[in-house]
């Protein structure tokens, strides 16, 4: 059984689309993540969500918008597409207020043409 | 804001050596440290985590790290190196349980037979 999913797995798209990227746990986990790793491997946050809400929203361009429908669920759409996204993006869960580690998902690898 | 060192970007070990990936941390506050593992391709899995118990965490895969307060180090370390281990390594660190961690920049290593 997969903790962390995210679809899709690769996305290949051009400069000024829109495109979403989904995020499921079924840990019960309360505290949902979106992580952006560049070309050099550096790892930044970008978002947190704890019980639907926005706990941390790093300096992220507005084009960003991340939405969670549920405490399952983190997606995350990008408008406007621009060369600079392309990235791997993770989606990671854990439990809050606790020391238990966060759990990432696979991993989707945005291409931007 | 807490924040992480890894000193080398790249370390390169024979099969059989000691592994030595060095990490610092800046906290205001005792932190809570990790170690993760992410292979080619993957999402980040967890090795090991220091939340101010014993200071000699040990690890999955033979790993284990010192929590060193006077030195603000937490240094990753196995006895012996297998090619199995080729990956890149991440330091992380958290100022309240796990809900804000913060990556260090990474350290790739590579296992030469």
């Not at chain 1, 621009?82 to 690898?109: H, I, K, M, N, W």
Request: glycine residues 6%.
């Amino acid at each position: 059984d997969t903790a962390v999913s995210q679809t899709p797995k690769y996305l290949v798209t051009q400069m000024g689309n829109d495109k979403s990227i989904k995020c499921e746990q079924n840990l019960g986990h309360d505290t949902m993540y979106w992580y952006k790793q560049d070309s050099k491997k550096f790892l930044k946050i970008m978002f947190s969500y704890n019980n639907k809400e926005l706990i941390i929203n790093e300096t992220v361009p507005n084009r960003f918008s991340p939405k969670s429908p549920d405490k399952a669920h983190l997606n995350l759409h990008i408008n406007s597409l621009e060369l600079g996204d392309s990235a791997v993006y993770f989606c990671a869960s854990s439990q809050y207020g606790t020391t238990d580690t966060q759990y990432f998902g696979p991993g989707t690898r945005l291409t931007v043409l | 804001a807490q924040s992480v060192t890894q000193l080398g970007s790249h370390v390169s070990v024979s099969e059989g050596a000691l592994v030595l990936l060095r990490c610092n941390y800046s906290s205001s506050v005792p932190p809570y440290l990790f170690w993760y593992v992410q292979y080619p391709n993957q999402g980040l899995q967890l090795l090991l985590k220091y939340t101010s118990a014993a200071t000699l965490v040990k690890g999955i895969n033979g790993f284990e790290a010192e929590f060193k307060k006077s030195e603000t180090s937490f240094h990753l370390t196995k006895p012996s190196a297998h090619m199995s281990d080729a990956a890149e390594y991440f330091c992380a660190v958290s100022e309240y349980n796990n809900n804000d961690m913060r990556f260090g920049a990474g350290t790739r290593l590579t296992v030469k037979p």
